[in-house]
């Protein structure tokens, strides 16, 4: 059985050095995506996953296609001739502040069509995970989301969601709604507090769960950054603190806490365990400066807490 999900992945450049991007003469290339962010990282930890998604007929969407399929994902990679890979670029301005320009709009990626969902990929897949950045690239991509997420349902697919709310491609106005229509038809949702706000107003994170809570789900997550998480699964309550690190950069940290809990789900565990490989994977993550480079295997786990320096 396979984990699918499906979205927009673009090239991202980001600097090798700290400062304005104006004064940096050499940047690193690779790929960001948050769902390909997930779909890598469930893979590291075992499980089978597909992903689907458009790039261009051009370079950057080869890179796309070839590193996707490095990390074992099934990659349905839609190659559109009419628009290019969208890019995304990282700016480490400080040692502690990344700022991230997007060069998506008419992107391949935003261009998602439910045709490009392939029947047999959606009625075998074991669960969906969908995020908040598909529904703000365009109407299609909109379409597309709702689409998949309803008939999932109907099918009797567990679906996950991420708000992964980006305010460079929407409004907290134009996101709330579309943010509780797919929360209402969700299994497993995961916000940070910013954007549990945006869909159900501001409040403390036990308020904020409860509130996602009584729009229908049965698990409740809030990322809680190094706070760690709050959770409500099945009635009952968690909360874990985050395994301290040294933060290189936080992006993607969400994405791999998503695939830590969707993983140890798979595999059965108690929602306890899961939240605990959740804060563990979300803080590999923010050991590197790739949005994914930093992903644990599993036997690699226990890496964070080891007092040992050097393993042989
Ligand atoms: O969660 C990390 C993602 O935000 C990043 O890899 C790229 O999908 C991305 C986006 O839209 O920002």
Known sequence: MTVLTFGETMALTRAVDTGALAHTSTLHLGIGGAETNFAIALRRLGADVAWI?????????????????AEGITADVIRDPDAPTGLMVKERRTATATRVWYYRTGSAGSRLTMSDIADDRLESASLLHVTG???????????????????????GI??????????????????????????????????????AAIAVGGGAPAELVARLRDLGPREIILKLGDQGCLAIVDGETYSLPAVP???????????????????????????GDRLKT???????????????????????????????????
């Open 245 to 271: 690190v040294n933060v290189v950069d936080s992006v993607g940290a969400g994405d791999g806490f998503v695939a830590g809990y969707i993983a140890d789900r798979l595999a059965g565990e108690s929602p």
């Open 53 to 69: 998604g458009r790039v261009g007929r051009d370079s950057l969407g080869d890179l796309v296609e070839r590193e996707l399929r």
């Open 158 to 195: 567990p679906v996950s969601f991420d708000l992964n709310y980006r305010r460079a491609l929407w409004s907290p106005e134009e996101a709330g709604p579309v943010f509780r229509e797919l929360i209402a038809l969700s299994d497993i949702v995961f916000a940070g507090e910013d954007e």
């Open 278 to 312: 959740a804060v563990t994977v979300g803080a590999f993550a923010c050991t590197v400066s790739g949005d994914w480079e930093g992903m644990p295997r599993r036997d690699e786990l226990g890496l964070l807490t080891t007092a040992e320096p050097v393993t042989r």
């Open 133 to 155: 950045i598909t529904p703000a690239l365009s109407d299609s991509a909109r379409k597309t989301t709702l689409y998949c997420v309803e008939r999932a349902r109907a099918l």
